[in-house]
């Protein structure tokens, strides 16, 4: 992976995040957020360092959206790691070193990753903030991003079920899988494409796909990562990244399949990021009994907005 430095502000040059940043990348995503909770009243909490995979998939996936900005000394101290699904673009994690903030350089770094995003011409520009701190929903807002509904975490029990993996299936079908679940979401959300992300996580085998068939083909996906997302703890639970489903009534029945594929890898549950503005998926999580976790908010740039399918569903996780 390329990373050529430019120009960037006030002395600072901008390249790209590579798999060798990774402890520094850690170091800096600790140390920012940490700061962000204890300005938002939380002085005991201490952001702990990511899986490293994690970050590994997160740089491979945004390829040259990989973005930080790094010193005279090559010390880093910014990033935003920017990632486009087709038309489908958004931002994150993204951060500034405390000492750099209020400096311009978190403008700067949205900035760059909007015109990125343009560039690879994506119809949707987003991201996702905590809802609870206002200076980051003041800050977003005064670059162009508008609140939507709020991204509601639902986590669920591991459950013995049947589930078709993408991994357990012989090249020719899985090859016909993965076209098919490309052509699903096309159908749901134009110019959306979520195969290479599907292929990554297959990759560097830190989760798979659970794919529900019908009579007339894949209903429905959901790519799944079982890696552990903090370093240095065993994985807790199997999160899903994208799903989508032909009709919304079918999202138990993925959902439970999913929740099969958690009891498979030995965890304890299952994780889903329900987007709100999605009502009938939301009453069928609290229908399922599953237990809200996290709160997110979802921001769009002024005119880049998602717009949801008249049927069926489609949930992309704006984080890793």
Not at 148 to 173: K, M, N
Not at 269 to 287: K, P, S
Request: with cysteine.
């Amino acid at each position: 992976m390329s990373a050529v430095a430019k120009p960037g502000p006030r002395g600072l040059r901008q390249r790209t995040l590579t798999h060798a940043d990774i402890p520094l990348l850690n170091h800096l995503f600790s140390d920012a957020f940490s700061d962000r909770y204890r300005r938002d009243g939380l002085t005991g909490v201490r952001v702990p360092p990511l899986n490293p995979a994690i970050w590994r998939y997160a740089i491979d996936d945004a390829g040259d959206g990989a973005l930080c900005w790094v010193d005279v000394d090559d010390r880093l101290v910014a990033f935003n790691v920017v990632h486009r699904s087709g038309a489908e673009g958004w931002m994150g994690p993204l951060a500034v070193r405390p000492e750099w903030q209020a400096t311009g350089l978190g403008r700067t770094i949205v900035t760059r990753g909007i015109e990125h995003l343009r560039a690879g011409a994506c119809s949707v520009i987003g991201l996702e903030t905590m809802p609870r701190t206002m200076d980051n929903v003041g800050f977003y807002s005064r670059l162009g991003f508008i609140p939507a509904h709020l991204t509601v975490t639902f986590a669920f029990d591991a459950r013995p079920a049947r589930c078709t993996l993408l991994s357990r299936l012989g090249e020719a079908d899985a090859a016909r899988t993965l076209a098919g679940c490309a052509e699903l979401v096309a159908s749901l959300q134009p110019g959306v494409d979520f195969t290479r992300e599907i292929q990554l996580t297959r990759t560097l085998g830190i989760g798979d796909t659970v794919v529900l068939d019908g009579r007339d083909g894949i209903e429905g996906f959901a790519l799944c990562h079982e890696a552990a997302l903090v370093e240095g703890r065993p994985r807790e639970e199997v999160r899903v990244l994208k799903l989508a489903v032909r009709d919304v009534e079918r999202l138990p029945a993925l959902l439970s399949a999913v929740g099969g594929y958690a009891r498979d890898c030995g965890t304890a549950r299952a994780a889903v990021r329900v987007q709100g503005d999605y009502a009938d998926a939301y009453r069928a999580l609290v229908a399922m009994d599953a237990r809200v976790r996290w709160t997110d908010l979802r921001m769009a740039l002024t005119g880049c907005a998602e717009r949801i399918p008249a049927r069926g569903v489609v949930f992309s996780n704006w984080e890793i």
